[in-house]
């Protein structure tokens, strides 16, 4: 397992450009396979439009604890870009103002930037409906300074939502490294005590599954279903929803594809997984994504691509929701992840 | 053609049968659908039946599809690997059970 981000190990594909080329070529360009753009066309959603936002999606570094082989990010301990108070600021005046209904920090690890809770006690104050923190678990493990996380999400209404890529160790442990499993289990635990995940509590802890290799998730509500039983009978953890996320072709997850040669076979599966009716509930058409320096896109997939809105405001300095809702969607290949089966987004199944 | 009789990319072919055949080939489909939905028993069991049966009549893209299919429902190796030693007990059984035959056979054409 890899204990350093590609950008560390100057590999080719920490270039976005690199990416994008590998996303547009190969099966798609000699039309073994149809481009996300003709598929779309088929059924009038081309070019892709926002609808009301309801999610602003804010990343507030690519700093982790971790090193996850599936990573889209490409986080790690070595990742440096952190986001600074005064674009914090500007977050919060975006957030006073918003028509969004849903803050969601994301990362990295989210706690690991040392202006993080000071964020959250503003972000907090602006009262926005559902604020939700992607927290890996592990984190509040990993240090000391790190303990009182429950405490302090319990405080300031939190809405906790975790990585568990398997109720299993041996499968969390070959995606996340070595330990993760038990440290996850614990934070969970933690999480329960003070009242996260409690099945009649106002503290909402949901899970996240991703799968642990080149395959799709299963039925959400089944691995939901598999996911409880296990974790309550086993180590007597609760928890709200799970939710099914695909791997999309970004960063880690398509460096693990190219290099194990799963690659095309993954590409196909997306493919022939393509649903239509998960088209127009796509997580872009209602979701800004802000990075750790303040830049505007349409999703997190696309800040990774280095695909900033096609808008003329596109940096939350210039912030303006109704110009910025007018625009087209960038898309690739890679939005066939989101399209998949019942659908994937960061709030789970779309269809 | 390819120089071998199988190919792991003939799998996503498969579809392509009903090209000659398009009413059998429809009705096969359909009914192959029917059958892994949930039912009296879970897609999750039926699944672990089709990996095990995969296995008993040695079939290359079943095997493929099933092992992926298993991963997507969050089957365990542990599990996957019972199954299998269950379809393989049930081949050898269905071998060594004929072992009777033998015996009964020899008995008669004994003295």
């Not at chain 1, 890529?165 to 330990?179: A, E, M, S, V």
């Not at chain 2, 379809?87 to 269905?94: D, K, L, V």
Request: aromatic share 10%; with cysteine; hydrophobic share 40%.
């Amino acid at each position: 397992m890899a204990t350093k981000s590609l950008l560390k190990r100057n590999n080719e594909l920490a270039n976005a450009k690199r990416q994008l080329d590998i996303l547009d070529g190969g099966i798609f360009a000699d039309g073994e396979l149809p481009k996300f753009a003709d598929k779309i066309k088929e059924i009038g959603h081309f070019p892709l439009r926002p609808k009301k936002l309801e999610i602003l999606q804010i990343n507030v570094g690519y700093m982790c604890n971790q090193v996850c082989e599936h990573c889209h990010v490409d986080a790690g301990p070595d990742r440096k870009e952190i986001m600074t108070v005064e674009t914090m600021k500007q977050c919060i005046e975006v957030i006073k103002k918003t028509g969004a209904h849903t803050l969601d920090l994301t990362g990295g690890a989210p706690e690991m930037n040392p202006n993080f809770r000071w964020f959250v006690e503003e972000a907090s104050k602006a009262g926005i409906k559902d604020f939700i923190v992607r927290s890996n678990l592990t984190i509040i493990r990993a240090n000391k300074k790190y303990y009182d996380l429950p405490q302090f999400f319990k405080k300031h209404n939190v809405h906790v939502v975790s990585s568990m890529p398997h109720y299993t160790r041996g499968k969390t442990d070959k995606q996340r490294g070595d330990g993760v499993f038990d440290k996850s289990i614990k934070a969970l635990q933690e999480l329960n005590a003070v009242g996260y995940g409690m099945p009649d509590s106002d503290l909402k802890l949901d899970l996240v599954y991703n799968p642990s290799g080149a395959f799709l998730p299963g039925d959400q509500m089944a691995l939901e279903k598999d996911f409880k039983k296990a974790l309550m009978e086993d180590f007597e953890i609760s928890f709200h929803n799970l939710f099914a996320i695909t791997n999309l072709p970004v960063s880690r997850f398509l460096d693990y594809l190219i290099a194990s040669e799963n690659y095309e076979d993954y590409m196909y599966a997306l493919v022939e997984a393509y649903n239509p009716s998960a088209v127009a509930n796509v997580m872009c058409t209602n979701t800004i994504s802000i990075s750790w320096d303040g830049w505007l896109y349409d999703c997190d997939f696309n800040q990774m691509l280095g695909l900033k809105v096609a808008n003329k405001i596109q940096h939350i300095s210039e912030y303006n929701e109704a110009i910025l809702n007018d625009r087209n969607i960038l898309i690739s290949q890679h939005c066939y992840g989101c399209t998949a089966g019942a659908g994937s987004s960061c709030q789970g199944t779309v269809a | 053609m390819s120089k071998t009789y199988y190919d792991p990319a003939d799998l996503r072919k498969f579809g392509k049968i009903t090209e000659w055949s398009e009413e059998l080939g429809t009705k096969f489909f359909d009914y192959y659908g029917k059958v892994f939905e949930e039912g009296a028993l879970s897609a999750r069991e039926k699944s672990l039946i089709a990996l095990a049966v995969s296995h008993v009549v040695k079939c290359p893209y079943c095997i493929d599809a099933y092992t992926k299919d298993g991963l997507q429902k969050g089957i365990t190796k542990e599990e996957m690997m019972e199954a299998v030693h269950a379809g393989a007990a049930i081949e050898s059984g269905a071998t060594l059970v004929h072992g009777v035959q033998m015996m009964k056979k020899y008995d008669k054409l004994s003295m």
